[in-house]
Nanobody, 114 residues
Framework: QVQLVESGGGLVQPGGSLRLSCAAP???????MGWYRQTPGNQREPVAS?????NYTDSVKGRFTISKDNAKNTVYLQMNSLKPEDTAVYFC???????????WGQGTQVTVSS
């Protein structure tokens, strides 16, 4: 069973910042890592991904930055200028080379509220 370990969620005021981390086993040959988020009653939606390039959903462009430490198989999501609508459970994922199956983290709660 592949486990991705997330950290970094929490409560922050609007306009604040948080940094999420997600570590995959170093034995994985990773092609893509990224983040989804989910609010109650809604489907999980993509936020950002990183492989040879980065991709962002429109609502976070210019505010969120995804990066990856290849030696550690760890992906980061720096979230700045947070808004209440960013409140969600954030899930990281990893896909291996030649295997499009997504492996997921356990999820971390991000709450943006005054």
């Amino acid at each position: 069973q592949v486990q991705l370990v997330e950290s970094g969620g929490g409560l922050v005021q609007p306009g604040g910042s948080l940094r999420l981390s997600c570590a995959a086993p170093v034995s994985m040959f990773i092609n893509v890592m990224g983040w989804y988020r989910q609010t109650p009653g809604n489907q999980r939606e993509p936020v950002a991904s990183i492989s040879e390039r980065t991709n962002y959903t429109d609502s976070v462009k210019g505010r969120f930055t995804i990066s990856k430490d290849n030696a550690k198989n760890t992906v980061y999501l720096q979230m700045n200028s947070l808004k209440p609508e960013d409140t969600a459970v954030y899930f990281c994922y990893a896909e291996q080379i030649l295997n499009p199956v997504k492996y997921w983290g356990q999820g971390t709660q991000v709450t943006v509220s005054s």
